[in-house]
Structures are given as C-alpha cells and as structure tokens.
C-alpha cells in the first residue's frame, strides 16, 4: 500500500511543457516594490512638508487676525465709553432742562391759580363780611332787647358775672 504522501506528490506542481527557459536572476520582489514606492513616497514627504508649511502660515494669520479683531474691539469699547460719558452727560443736561421747564411751568401754574384764589377770595370776602356784621347786628340788637325783659339788667348781668 503506498503512503498518503507519496499520493499526495502526484500532483505536485510541475513547470510548464515546453523547452527550457534560459538561466537568470532570480527577481528581487522587495527591490522593485520599493523603487515603484520611491517616488509616491517621496511626493508624499513634500505633501506633508507643504501641509506643515500651511498649517504654520494659516496659524500665523489666524494669529494676526485674533490680534488686529482685538485691537479692533478694545479700539470700539473704548470709543463706546466715551461715547456713553457723553450720552450720559446730554441725557443729564436734557434731563435737568426739562425739569427745570417743568418746573417753571408748575410754578407760573401755582401763581395763576394762587391769584384766582385770592380774587375770589377777596370778591366772597365782602359779602362774608356783610352777613358778619348783619348777624353780629341782629345778635345786638337781640341781646339789647333780652336784656329789657330781664329786670334792666343784661343776660350775664343775671348769672352773677359783670360785663
């Protein structure tokens, strides 16, 4: 009985029929993988150099640029503080001349209705004192003719005091 590996050798590869080959190099597979890679790798070494290059710039003109909007915003904030003085200032002089306005407006009103009062005042003070002095009339004149009917004496007269 032959053994499992002499059958399995009857079907080892063979080289091709046909007349011999000539001799030569065996070939160097990783030799000609690198010199296909060579150049794709170099490029790819300045690829990257330029990306580097690149990146540096754009962060050095980022760097500008953050600087120049800083300058610019410190510039605009402090231009809004003075600019928020002098609001403030005209919003205060507005301010105080209205209420100096208004105020003169409440104090010329006061004076007109403080006349109208004392005119009115005066022309109701006549007739008050008209009706006084009718009343303070007729009270004598009542008190006198009372006092005829108590014995010729007078109402105080009567309860022991003296007028």
Request: contains cysteine.
């Amino acid at each position: 009985m032959t053994a499992f590996r002499d059958f399995l050798m009857r079907f080892r590869p063979a080289g091709s029929p046909g007349p011999a080959a000539t001799m030569g190099v065996p070939a160097d597979r990783s030799a000609d993988l690198a010199a296909e890679l060579d150049p794709v790798l170099s490029c790819l070494g300045q690829a990257e150099t330029e990306a580097q290059q690149i990146r540096e710039a754009a962060a050095q003109v980022a760097e500008q640029n953050r600087r120049a909007a800083a300058d610019k915003a410190a510039e605009i904030v402090g231009l809004a503080r003075t600019r928020a003085r002098e609001v403030r200032m005209e919003s205060a002089a507005n301010t105080y001349g209205l209420a100096k306005t208004e105020a003169a407006e409440c104090l010329a009103e006061s004076e007109r209705k403080a006349v109208l009062l004392k005119r009115r005042a005066q022309h109701r003070m006549a007739s008050l004192v008209e009706h006084a002095l009718a009343d303070i009339g007729q009270i004598s004149a009542s008190a006198v003719h009372a006092g005829e009917h108590a014995e010729g004496r007078s109402r105080w007269e009567r309860n022991g005091s003296r007028g």
